[in-house]
């Protein structure tokens, strides 16, 4: 019976014994590509890392850049219409900003842009 125990032993514990993964492969085989892959790996989050910490650099004056410019930019420009304070007496100059035209422009274009805006504006459109 004590062979038969001891048989059983070693059978129980077998099981847990170190097998090896690879066909034909070793252990430091395995480990040194375990290892290399961990070095990719390191290089690869060192590489994102730099990056990003570089791109983040660049952006400081990038976004200066960026504010100044639209500081820069009035919005009546980005308007289609003219929003400024009005004078007293209205001039040519005044009148042509009101109808997006420029201050030379001939009767025929004046006529055309304040009939676009009497349109644009009449209570029984739409």
Do not use: C
Request: proline share 3%; no cysteine.
């Amino acid at each position: 019976m004590e062979g038969a125990a001891a048989s059983s032993e070693g059978l129980r514990y077998a099981e847990y014994a170190r097998v090896p993964t690879g066909a034909g492969k070793g252990q430091a085989e395995l480990d040194r590509g375990l290892a290399r892959t961990m070095i990719a790996v390191g290089l690869g989050v060192a590489t994102v890392a730099f990056a990003g910490r570089y791109a983040f650099h660049l952006w400081k004056p990038l976004e200066q850049a960026i504010t100044e410019t639209a500081k820069r930019i009035s919005t009546s420009s980005l308007s289609l219409y003219y929003k400024g304070g009005f004078e007293q007496k209205m001039s040519r100059r005044e009148a042509s900003l009101i109808l997006g035209v420029s201050p030379s422009a001939g009767k025929a274009k004046i006529r055309t842009a304040h009939r676009r805006i009497m349109i644009l504006n009449h209570p029984d459109k739409g």
